[in-house]
């Protein structure tokens, strides 16, 4: 068993993402913010695509074995085990996948990403300047292909969050991409039924979004809850 130091409290998580971003090169100087419960933890057992292995931190892990889970992912309807069990039977709704996790502190975040199982991808801004720059947790492993279970011939279809069905993509959804057939991402109200075609945000192809959250939400710092917007 490994002998115990003494250590100092955790840094703030505001000095930790300056020192990430490479605005603080040394000691930290305005130490606040919030904190970690523990001074240290341990890195995450992750796998590395291009070293093909299994590591925690700069250890190999040598015959290390990971879980593997099936994951339907949710759209936003038809939420619980019950409705997913139900979106099977009929068609309806994502995919089965395998979700491969080394370790249970990155469980969720092992799942298939809402980018990646719709099919539809990430705008390169968010998904690898931000990610990669900004995310400290972000890893190799974030960008490996989907291994889907139900049919190989899915991964040149996109999920339609309209029908909640996957398409081949046509010329028609690029040379019209604002059509209202075809939405590339939708967020649906709490408790919203199966029946409800009026979310509360739809993204069309051309990436243009539509919303009818009230324009007050996120106005002001002492409104609680929704996060402010650009205007």
């Known amino acids: 068993m490994g002998m115990h130091y003494e250590v100092g409290d955790p840094y703030a998580e505001q000095t930790q993402d300056a020192v990430y971003d ?13 904190r970690r419960g523990a001074p240290a933890e341990l890195p995450y057992r992750e796998y590395d695509p291009v070293l093909r292995g299994w590591y925690q931190g700069e250890r ?10 099936y994951t339907r992912p949710s759209d936003g309807k038809r939420r619980g085990a019950a409705g997913r069990l139900k979106d099977a039977f009929i068609g309806e709704g994502p995919d089965v996948f395998v979700t ?7 469980l969720m975040r092992d799942r298939p990403q809402r980018w990646q199982w719709s099919g539809w991808g990430s705008p390169y801004d968010e998904k690898n300047r931000e990610a990669r720059w ?13 291994l889907n ?7 040149a279809q996109s999920y339609n969050f309209k029908c909640r069905k996957y398409h081949t993509p046509r010329p028609w959804w ?10 590339t991402d939708a967020r649906w109200s ?14 069309h ?3 243009r979004w539509t919303t009818r959250v009230p324009r007050w939400s996120g106005a002001g710092p002492f409104r609680a809850g929704g996060r402010p917007r650009w205007r």
């Open 22 to 34: 490479w605005r603080y090169v040394g000691y930290p100087l305005d130490d606040y913010g919030t």
């Open 190 to 203: 709490e408790g919203a039924r199966h029946a409800d075609m009026n979310p509360l945000s739809k993204q």
């Open 149 to 155: 279970h139900n049919d190989s011939s899915r991964d």
């Open 205 to 207: 192809v051309s990436g």
């Open 100 to 106: 491969m996790s080394g370790d249970r502190r990155t």
């Open 60 to 69: 190999k892990l040598h015959n290390f074995r990971p879980k593997l889970y």
């Open 134 to 146: 900004h995310d400290k947790d972000w890893r190799e492993q974030d960008d490996m292909p989907l």
């Open 174 to 183: 690029y040379n019209y991409p604002d059509n209202n057939n075809i939405w």
